[in-house]
């Protein structure tokens, strides 16, 4: 039986996640903001087959209290084998290009606040010797575009940071995941066009686990775009700070 | 994103959506109507709001509680039969009762109380119901069961999401060995030869429907009777889940001249020969069993941009002995309009409890057409009056079209049920024919 700490819990993502891992009656540990969610959806982890659930709600960019609640979860648990970042928020972009307070929200529930769980996470990681951070990220870190720059560079900071966190911690054993996702269709995306180019939840989270299970690197999902990035990523500076995208 | 009906039409405008974030949150105080919407496989306008605003179910898609001993499952009303088909197999459950396509929600076959092809014996989806909750627009949580408020479980089994929003049911499911059907196929060419088919399957066999050909028939009706049963387990052991993953989808509207009625008869031609032989046995899998359209997902896409309708009605047969079934086939040849699937069906005794549930002891009877205007309405207007004259009933989830005294002449109880609707609830469907 495998444990498996989910942060982010009540994210649409997160839940499809935890819904595999519970089908096949692994434990899980959650963590999110809403206490009444993390109980909808601990019940709903049970019914399909989970074998223990627990939940933890506090707001993660109550960044003084990270170090305690990683301690906390460690001597309750004694080994966590699968750690999943999956929380984020897409903010208000054009806010975001004006406004201070918007801008450092969607810096910090993007990448500090991941940044501050996994200095503390990698540390209880390699005590331990064995296990598998994930952290979903976006194809929007790959390259800064006007329509959402600060969002993207908050994930090309995680980008950066996990690479490096896998390159330190390969000689431990433990393996470090980027994961970067396209568009899904999802309560984050509610109020955005759908296009065909748009990934369900439930399969991006077979591929999640798939990634997890096969020690992946790095993996776009859905995985078309790994070619579409290729193609944004060759398009000449000149040429694309003219584009309208 | 937009929220059209199965049949793509009638087309509405303006409408809006609120997606309920979890079963605890109250309903938001609108300036507009409201509708609670499944997964739109209504055809008609029963899951259109138009001018008003569609309260999405998809994010109360959780379990609650599931009973291994006795089959009780309790979960959200967004779910899915689909997702539920998923979780109970591997466990040995089935649905009770199932329509014909499994992209339909809890929430929206409680509303609509659909029936499939085990009526004669396990009655309608309301009927495995226990309980639900019903969110009131005034924030007031009703659990209605056959003794909590049981007004409001009555009028909310049938009522076409305007009692309220239920957030979730509790229901029972069946036990199964296999997952495999064991069904036979049987040709028939007269109408007198289907009913004698059903009395004589009825006893002996959990499913029956049959698939008629309604273009093709020179003096009376043919078709194919299909009836089965669950594997017992020395004919399949298996509990094998269907697989959504690999779907084939229709991703544009095809044009419309593909569907004149040159090609539906010859599809008709085509399906009724594919069975030469008069009688066949063997075992299927439950998923094209009772999902043959599934597998194409957006096979609606194929009659174009107009879209088309459904109209199912149910009329008791047995004081005509089938007359006016046989009235409604020959108005429909002469006025050459043509359908391609048209399905036959008895339901059996058991009474609906729903106060505007459609089924009821008799014959049933569902064709496609695709949208042809007037034409076609003035036809089925028609039908309509000879339904009319026989007590019998047109299904609302798949009307877009009926007249109100119809309506009212349909479902004798509307006045009860009118004490039940939420004040802040309405539909397309409902200010049509109300
Ligand atoms: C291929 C196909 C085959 C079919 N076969 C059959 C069949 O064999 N038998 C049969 O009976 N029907 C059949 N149907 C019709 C279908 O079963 C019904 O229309 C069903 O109600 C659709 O469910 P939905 O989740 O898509 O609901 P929607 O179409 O979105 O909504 C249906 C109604 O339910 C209400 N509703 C939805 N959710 C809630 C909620 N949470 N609380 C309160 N009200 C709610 C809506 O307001 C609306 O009035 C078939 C449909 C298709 C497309």
Redesign the interface.
């Known amino acids: 039986m495998k444990k498996i700490l989910v942060i982010g819990a009540t994210s649409a993502i997160a839940q499809e996640v935890a819904k595999l891992y519970a089908a096949n009656s692994e434990e899980l540990i959650l963590w999110g903001r809403n206490s009444e969610m993390l109980h909808i959806i601990s019940q709903d982890l049970l019914v399909r087959g989970g074998k223990k659930i627990s939940s933890i709600s506090h707001d993660l960019n109550d960044l003084a209290i990270h170090e305690s609640k990683i301690n906390e979860i460690w001597n309750t648990h004694s080994k966590i084998d699968i750690v999943l970042l999956a929380h984020g928020v897409l903010g208000n972009p054009r806010k975001a290009e004006v406004n201070q307070a918007e801008m450092l929200h969607l810096l910090n529930s993007n990448f500090v606040s991941h940044v501050s769980l996994l200095t503390f996470i990698s540390q209880k990681m390699v005590q331990q010797g064995f296990g598998t951070i994930a952290v979903i990220s976006s194809v929007a870190g790959d390259r800064g575009k006007q329509s959402n720059y600060v969002y993207g560079s908050a994930k090309a900071g995680m980008t950066a940071y996990t690479d490096g966190l896998r390159n330190r911690l390969f000689p431990t054993g433990v393996h470090v995941l980027n994961l970067k996702l396209g568009p899904v269709d999802t309560p984050m995306t509610k109020d955005h066009k759908k296009t065909a180019l748009f990934g369900k939840a439930p399969s991006v989270a077979k591929g999640i686990v798939s990634a997890i299970e096969k020690k992946k690197n790095t993996v776009y999902l859905p995985m078309i775009w790994r070619y579409i990035m290729i193609i944004i990523n060759s398009i000449p500076e000149a040429v694309f700070k003219r584009l309208k995208i | 994103?937009e929220y059209p009906s199965w049949g793509f039409y009638p087309v509405v405008k303006n409408q809006d959506t609120y997606?309920l974030?979890?079963?605890?949150t109250s309903i938001p105080s609108l300036t507009t109507s409201l509708l609670p919407r499944g997964l739109g496989r209504s055809y008609g306008d029963s899951c259109l709001n138009e001018n008003g605003t569609l309260i999405i179910t998809s994010?109360l898609n959780?379990?609650?509680?599931?009973d291994e001993s006795s089959g009780v499952l309790c979960c959200e009303s967004g779910i899915t039969f689909d997702e539920i088909l998923k979780?109970a197999i591997p466990r040995g459950w089935f649905l009770p009762v199932t329509p014909g396509t499994k992209f339909v929600t809890v929430g929206g076959a409680i509303a609509n109380d659909v029936h499939g092809k085990n009526h004669h014996c396990a009655g309608n989806f309301g009927h495995h119901v226990l309980s639900f909750e019903l969110l009131r627009s005034n924030g007031e949580r009703l659990r209605c069961s056959r003794i909590d408020n049981s007004d409001f479980f009555f009028a909310t089994i049938g009522g076409l999401g305007l009692t309220g929003l239920i957030t979730w049911a509790e229901f029972k499911l069946t036990k199964i060995q296999s997952s495999f059907i064991s069904q036979e196929q049987i040709q028939f060419d007269s109408l007198a030869d289907f009913l004698t088919l059903s009395e004589q399957s009825e006893k002996d066999f959990e499913f029956t429907v049959s698939w008629v050909d309604c273009v093709n028939t020179a003096k009376d009706v043919r078709g194919i009777f299909i009836r089965g049963n669950y594997c017992k387990p020395s004919e399949s052991a298996v509990l094998k889940v269907h697989n959504t993953?690999t779907f084939k989808t229709v991703?544009l509207f095809f044009p419309e001249w593909i569907l004149n009625s040159f090609s539906i008869r010859a599809f008709n031609e085509l399906y009724y020969r594919k069975n030469l032989s008069h009688h066949k046995s063997n075992i299927v899998h439950y998923e094209p069993f009772f999902y043959p359209l599934d597998s194409i997902y957006h096979w609606n896409k194929i009659y174009g941009k107009r879209g088309f309708l459904q109209y199912q009605f149910v009329i008791p047969y047995k004081n005509d002995q089938g007359a006016a079934l046989s009235e409604i086939f020959s108005l429909l040849q002469r006025s050459q309009m043509g359908s391609f699937l048209a399905v036959l069906k008895t339901f059996g005794s058991i009474p609906s409890e729903g106060m505007l549930s459609f089924p009821k002891e008799g014959i049933t009877l569902a064709l496609d057409f695709p949208n042809h205007g007037e034409s076609l309405y003035e036809v089925l207007e028609q039908c309509d009056q000879i339904v009319r004259s026989v007590n019998g009933a047109v299904y609302p989830a798949k009307d877009a079209r009926m007249r109100k005294e119809s309506f009212a002449e349909f479902y004798p109880r509307l006045n009860e049920f009118e004490k039940y609707i939420d004040p802040n609830f309405s539909s397309s469907l409902w200010r049509r024919v109300k």
Do not use: E, K, L, T
């Not at chain 2, 959780?62 to 599931?66: P, R």
């Open positions: 994103m997606i974030p979890n079963r605890i994010q959780h379990f609650i509680s599931f979780f993953d991703p």
